[in-house]
């Protein structure tokens, strides 16, 4: 089955630049997305079609895409943006949708 | 409000059968496709099932296929999940999210409800 590769952690200090990487082989032809999550919530997207913002989601976070790779970029780095984080796309298919195993943001 | 709220978990056998359900309000349902997502404990989230907005196109992760149905009721703005078969590792977080409005090119969640946990163990 079809797997999205994310290292598990990422330590920032506040202020710094975070960049969460999220590596697959169908990403050169599928659109990723990224999602927030903080403890007991559900995910919220921070990130859409490899670098869309939602509305209401700050320009702190942005997204790009590099062949079988993509990165999300949180400049900035806020205590809120400890989280959780998590890639999501489709396999070669297109109909058939996976989320990357998650990366734990630590603001130190 | 915009939201989903998600309804029906609880603790089920091995073997057992659930019906989760999904109410949606404050935004036009049936123009949005729809999903179910669930989360193990400690795990990341796991896409299970998609349904287009009327209901013509549905597609299923292989970890639940043949042993899920999905629905959908537009008059009453509502998402249903059957899982038939459920085990052990079935055990987890359910959620109903909302995909992009029509046909699906590219699938994400925008909207997302609380969850519902479901158990399944003897």
């Known amino acids: 089955s079809y797997e999205l590769t994310q290292p598990p952690s990422v330590s920032v200090s506040p202020g710094q630049t975070a960049r969460i990487a999220c590596s697959g082989d169908?990403?050169?032809?599928?659109?990723a997305h990224w999602y927030q999550q903080k403890p007991g919530q559900a995910p919220v997207l921070v990130i859409y079609k490899d670098s869309e913002r939602p509305s209401g989601i700050p320009d702190r976070f942005s997204g790009s895409n590099s062949g079988t790779r993509v990165t999300l970029t949180i400049n900035g780095v806020q205590a809120d943006d400890e989280a959780d984080y998590y890639c999501?796309?489709?396999?070669?298919?297109?109909?058939?949708?996976?989320f990357g195993g998650g990366t734990k943001l630590t603001v130190l | 409000e915009v939201q989903l709220v998600e309804s029906g978990g609880g603790l089920v056998q091995p073997g057992g059968s659930l019906r989760l359900s999904c109410a949606a309000s404050g935004f036009t349902f049936s123009t949005y496709t729809m999903n179910w997502v669930r989360q193990a404990p400690g795990k990341g989230p796991e896409w299970l099932a998609y349904i287009s907005g009327n209901s013509n196109t549905k597609f299923f992760a292989d970890s639940v296929r043949g042993r899920c149905s999905v629905s959908r009721d537009n008059a009453e703005q509502s998402l249903s999940l059957q899982m038939d078969g459920l085990r052990v590792e079935d055990t987890a977080v359910y959620f109903c999210?909302?995909?992009?409005?029509?046909?699906?090119?590219?699938?994400?969640?925008?909207?997302w409800g609380q969850g519902v946990q479901v158990t399944v163990s003897s």
């Open positions: 169908a990403l050169p032809k599928q659109y």
């Open positions: 999501q796309s489709a396999d070669s298919s297109g109909i058939s949708w996976v």
């Open positions: 999210a909302r995909g992009p409005p029509g046909m699906v090119v590219a699938n994400w969640f925008d909207l």
